[in-house]
Each structure stands twice: as structure tokens, then as C-alpha cells.
């Protein structure tokens, strides 16, 4: 049926259909045939004869309408998935957490754009639980996260960006708050927050390991009922007089009524992963993994 559509639109421009035919490279019996299957298909005329060529009948002009329409969007959906097959797009979706991007993307973005001066960079501010959701959706094409890799490593590429130690986040009238650093057997009787497994997983587990490794316990550990984001999680952590222990790469935030210690057990660390979909790969993405020094596949 589309190409039927594609020869009666250039019939139309051409008033003729042995115009039509030498354009096409195909004969006039050729065209006729297809014209003929179009208004069977249709079930009335697109064409009339006159003494010049041939015009649109009512159904014609109101068929040609539509069809150019029909058309320009199946070759726009095609030219598109063509480049998705290729790896290509004109667009690069990425899925992050605030605290780490202009640490660990923002060199490598800014040569992405110099290098794709039209490419579209769609930055995603994104918990850990999000991403795995939006990349499961095909919604990004990359996420930086250092939560729920155990899950998305069977699915997706994944790659180590980098290791950080940890720090603990206190209210400003803790009795650490002033150290220069604090040891996590030094924190045995504090109350440590829970991170819910939907929106930071395997975060509660990994501090739990730290404490029992590390200090020697089995943390105390209380819920923040629905932060919007880190730092309100940390400010009301503080309010209630819980800690938190986060990634190093935190430390430039500013938290109200909170400081950030760092831990001085050296094995408290944290991994921070690239993480994209599998198949072929496009040359932007191709750069980006390069400047943040991941081998793609």
C-alpha cells in the first residue's frame, strides 16, 4: 500500500501517467496497474482522465492530504530506527545522581559537545531505583550509579568508574563533628539510616556489612519517611539526631546542621559504575565511555 501511496502522489505531481512512468523508470502498464489496485483497495476512484493528463477526484485530493502526512512520519520512524540499529541517535539520555555527575561526567560531557555540537544530551537527575526502572524502559541510554549493580550487571553493560572511601554525615552538635576523621567502631551506639531498597538498593545491606567488618556491631538503624533527595535525607537524619554514612564524592555538598567526617577505615568503599545497553552503540556514546576511560563492547 505504500508504495501505491508514493506512486500516486508523484502521479499527481506530474498531471500524467506517462510523465509519471519516465520519472519512475517503470512503464505506463506498470502504473496504471497500481493505480488500478489503489482504487480497489479503496473502493472508489482517485483519478479522473482529462484532455491533458489525469486530476484527483474529491477522494484523490482528500487521499493526498493524508498520504503526505502518512508518508514524511513512516520515513521519519524509519530513518530513525535505521540509526538505532546502527547505534546512532540524535539524542543521548543519561541517567544520574547530582552528587556525583561534575565529578565523574563533567570533563567527558564537555568534550561529548564539542566533538556533537547537534547532538542532544538529556541529563536525567535520577535515584539508583529510577534508573534501573528507566533503563529497563529503554527511557536512558547510560547511568551512573553505584547502587543495584548486582541487578543490572545481568542485563546491561557495566563498568567500574571509580572506588571512593565513605563518609558519615552528623548533626553539627555531634560529638565528632570536629574530628578530622572517625573510626565506625567509634560510632557502635549511634542510630544509622535505613535507605529504602526501591529508590537506593542494596544501600541498607552494604551498611550493615561496614559495621559488622569494620566496627564489630549490628547498626541501630531508623527510617526517614519521604525525603525529596540527599540532602533531605541528611538535614532530617540530623533533625533526629541519626547519622548516615555516604560516598566520599558527596563531600562538597552543603548540608544544613549537618558535617561530613570522613571514615578512616580504608576498606569502607564504594563503587561507582557506568552502566548502559547492551547491542550496538552509537559514536557519541562510543566518545563518552573513551573520555571517562570505560571500554565499551
Known amino acids: 500500500m505504500l508504495e ?4 500516486f502522489l508523484v502521479v499527481l505531481e506530474e498531471g500524467s501517467l506517462r510523465r509519471a512512468a519516465d520519472r519512475l523508470r517503470i512503464s505506463q502498464s506498470a502504473i496504471t496497474r497500481q493505480m488500478q489496485a489503489l482504487e480497489a483497495d479503496l473502493g472508489g476512484h482517485v483519478l479522473e482522465r482529462t484532455s ?28 530513525e530506527v535505521r540509526r538505532l540499529v546502527r547505534g546512532e541517535s540524535e539524542q543521548l539520555r543519561i541517567g544520574y545522581m547530582a552528587s556525583a555527575v561534575q565529578g565523574y561526567l563533567g570533563a567527558a ?12 544530551v538529556k541529563m536525567l537527575d535520577q535515584t539508583p531505583g529510577e534508573m534501573i526502572i528507566a533503563l529497563r524502559q529503554g527511557k536512558i541510554d547510560l547511568a551512573l550509579t553505584l547502587h543495584g549493580i548486582d541487578v543490572l550487571s545481568r542485563d546491561f553493560f557495566a563498568r567500574k568508574l ?3 572511601g565513605s563518609v558519615v554525615a552528623l548533626p553539627l ?28 538498593p542494596g ?19 531508623t527510617t526517614i519517611d519521604k525525603p525529596d533527595g540527599l540532602v533531605e535525607t541528611l538535614t532530617l537524619a540530623a533533625n533526629e539526631e541519626a547519622i548516615s554514612i555516604q560516598p566520599a564524592f558527596i563531600s562538597h555538598l ?22 548502559w545497553q547492551p547491542g550496538e552503540i552509537g559514536s557519541p556514546l562510543r566518545t563518552l565511555l573513551s573520555e571517562l576511560n570505560v571500554k565499551s563492547q
Open 162 to 164: 571509580a572506588t571512593v
Open 173 to 200: 552538635s555531634h560529638r565528632f563533628a570536629t574530628k578530622r576523621q572517625v573510626s565506625l567502631a567509634q560510632l557502635k551506639d549511634e542510630t544509622f539510616v535505613r535507605g529504602s531498597d526501591d529508590v537506593v
Open 52 to 79: 491533458a493528463g489525469v486530476r484527483p477526484t474529491n477522494v484523490g485530493h482528500a487521499l493526498a492530504e493524508r498520504a503526505n502526512a502518512l508518508l514524511a512520519n513512516y520515513d521519519s520512524t524509519m530513518a
Open 203 to 221: 544501600y541498607t545491606q552494604r551498611i550493615i556489612q561496614f559495621c559488622r567488618k569494620y566496627g564489630g556491631f549490628r547498626p541501630r538503624l
Open 4 to 7: 501505491k501511496l508514493r506512486v
Open 254 to 275: 552543603s548540608v544544613p546542621n549537618v558535617v561530613l567526617v570522613p571514615i578512616a577505615d580504608a576498606g569502607a568503599t564504594w563503587d561507582l559504575f557506568v552502566v
Open 109 to 120: 560531557l564537555a568534550v561529548l559537545r564539542r566533538a556533537y555540537p547537534r547532538l542532544n
